[in-house]
């Protein structure tokens, strides 16, 4: 009895998964001679922006961070 419901279970499996996989495609399949080709993005520019902005933004804090530490080193001495 086992033996039967595992071979049930077996071909019921073997089924299914033919039922459901996708057939090949055809050898024409993306073939297609008029499709464009795919611009690409300019990243280029992009990227000198986020550095420029990044060292602008770095340059400010370190400005004003020595900007402070000069203020009180200044003041403890007076």
Not at 16 to 42: D, M
Not at 50 to 66: D, G
């Amino acid at each position: 009895m086992k033996i039967k419901a595992l071979l049930i279970i077996t071909i019921i499996t073997v089924l299914a998964f033919n039922t459901y996989c996708q057939p090949t495609p055809p050898a024409t399949h993306g073939n297609n001679v008029t499709t464009i080709e795919p611009q690409s993005a300019p990243i280029g520019t992009s990227t000198y922006l986020l550095l420029s902005l990044a060292t602008i933004y770095t340059t400010a804090k370190l400005y004003n961070k020595r900007k402070e530490e000069n203020k009180e080193n200044n003041s403890t001495f007076n």
